[in-house]
């Protein structure tokens, strides 16, 4: 999650309010996982992992779908990137952005 949030930044050229309340936002779900994990950790074994397991997941599907928001925020007509950022690397990152969230 660091890397990502990190690379992700190195193409932001400027921020504004509506952009660090969504990096607030991928942030706040990055916290919540140690809570999800550790209610596995504690399940493990038992019938109710299943429930934890489900919460775990549904942890890391809100951190990519925010990671996701950020991104086409930040990337929509090129409103806070770098100038120099090209349309390939923008398409790439739009194509595997969406899929993160479903994996």
Do not use: K, Q
Request: charged share 15%; hydrophobic share 55%; aromatic share 12%.
């Amino acid at each position: 999650m660091w890397i990502t949030h990190h690379r992700l930044f190195t193409l932001v050229r400027r921020s504004n309010h509506t952009l660090l309340l969504l990096n607030c936002l991928v942030l706040l779900w990055v916290t919540v996982i140690p809570y999800p994990t550790r209610m596995v950790a504690t399940y493990i074994g038992t019938p109710d992992v299943r429930v934890a397991a489900m919460l775990h997941a549904a942890a890391f599907v809100m951190i990519a779908a925010c990671f996701r928001l950020l991104w086409w925020y930040v990337s929509f007509h090129g409103r806070l990137l770098h100038p120099d950022v090209d349309e390939h690397t923008i398409r790439v990152i739009n194509r595997t952005s969406w899929f993160a969230p479903l994996m």
